[in-house]
């Protein structure tokens, strides 16, 4: 694939599409590793690279909750609507040259959020239980899959939110990692694009990082090596438009 990669923007780009999901992503933590870009490629489909920060590919683990759901016009249900996601996820560029994420995982607390997600929207969401409890700036995030057929898989994640991070003081790893305006998911064959729509992320440093989880090994990939890279934010509402196909450049 020959084509020119368009340039990380902290502000989202102009939305075209029709949009199909509103919903508010609360208390939302990143935590990034470095991995060979080989090893992320391989998991990919074909139609995807893997984008890169120096000469590295990125994989993120990233709790939140994620609230007020609305599908099209219909107001949210309460207990349906809000719920916690913990997802795995890292960073392409489709034949176009747009960036977007990709998921390896999605593990929400409801079934029926799984169905509709991987049937109307094919995203490879998973059935687990999931907490998220907080005092003061103290944060912990826990999750164990239930389905599918990954008994054992589970993440648990605490960490201290600290000082705000001043616009001009978000580095470029820190935009290449947080200012996604789409994201890339697969039907049989067919790749399918989402924009996604939401204000600049307001961004915290974060501190006393525990992690332990294998959901990453579960999708395939080695386990991270490191501390990880974190992040922190309170949040922003958020627009997915309808999904579009991702033409095939090589088959024109």
Not at 169 to 181: G, I, N, P, S
């Amino acid at each position: 694939m020959t084509f020119t990669v368009e340039p990380v923007s902290p502000d989202p780009p102009p939305m075209f599409g029709r949009v199909v999901l509103r919903q508010e992503w609360a208390e939302l933590a990143y935590f990034h590793w470095r991995y060979d870009p080989t090893t992320v490629q391989r998991l990919l489909p074909a139609g995807l690279r893997v984008d890169t920060f120096d000469g590295s590919a990125w994989v993120g683990l990233i709790p939140f909750e994620m609230r007020h759901v609305q599908v099209g016009p219909t107001p949210a249900v309460p207990w349906l609507g809000s719920f916690i996601e913990i997802n795995v996820r890292t960073y392409v560029v489709d034949s176009t040259g747009r960036r977007a994420v990709w998921f390896f995982s999605l593990d929400v607390p409801r079934s029926m959020i799984v169905a509709v997600a991987r049937s109307v929207f094919a995203l490879p969401y998973c059935w687990a239980s999931a907490t998220h409890d907080h005092v003061a700036d103290r944060h912990c995030y826990q999750m164990a899959r239930r389905w599918p057929h990954r008994s054992g898989v589970l993440a648990k994640m605490s960490f201290a939110v600290a000082e705000p991070i001043k616009d001009d003081a978000v580095d470029d790893l820190e935009h290449f990692l947080t200012a996604r305006w789409a994201l890339v998911t697969q039907r049989r064959k067919q790749l399918l694009f989402g924009e996604v729509h939401h204000p600049r992320w307001p961004l915290h440093r974060v501190e006393e990082i525990n992690i332990e989880q294998n959901v990453i090994e579960a999708a395939g990939l080695p386990s991270p090596v490191g501390t990880p890279h974190a992040l922190f934010s309170p949040g922003v509402d958020v627009e997915v438009a309808w999904f579009k196909n991702v033409p095939d450049m090589e088959a024109q």
